[in-house]
């Protein structure tokens, strides 16, 4: 097995399945997953998207927002509370990026838990001693 390398995943969070699928095919690989919940109230959601060039109507934008606010519990489940961070990004005026940095060099610096990763690092470890 290689070294996994970092990945991000990029995704509205509407599409809990999908995610939760994505999320246990990397774990079956070794990989460490945790989630960047970046939440807005609706009203900054509807702001927003009027700001944008493309726009998608309000409607549609409501309904969207909602899917992602109904899977927050089930994102919460999947990755459990020390690996999931929610993050309000509704301009409060407060610095979100050193709140969301310290949060994420927390996760960096956590001791490997996948078995499957052990397993790599301790055959590497292993092949350095020869």
Do not use: H
Not at 4 to 33: M, N, R, W
Not at 99 to 121: D, E, F, G, P, Y
């Amino acid at each position: 097995m290689i070294s996994p390398i970092p990945v991000i995943i990029d995704g509205t969070g509407k599409d809990y399945d999908k995610i939760a699928k994505q999320v246990q095919s990397f774990k079956g690989l070794g990989y460490e997953c945790s989630m960047i919940f970046v939440n807005t109230s609706l009203d900054t959601a509807q702001e927003r998207n009027q700001m944008r060039q493309r726009t998608l109507p309000e409607k549609q934008v409501a309904q969207m927002w909602n899917e992602v606010q109904r899977n927050i519990g089930k994102f919460q489940s999947l990755f459990g509370s020390s690996d999931f961070i929610i993050v309000d990004n509704n301009d409060a005026g407060e610095d979100v990026f050193a709140k969301v940095w310290k949060r994420i060099m927390k996760l960096v610096k956590k001791k490997v838990s996948n078995t499957i990763a052990k397993r790599w690092i301790a055959q590497e470890l292993e092949k350095k001693k020869r």
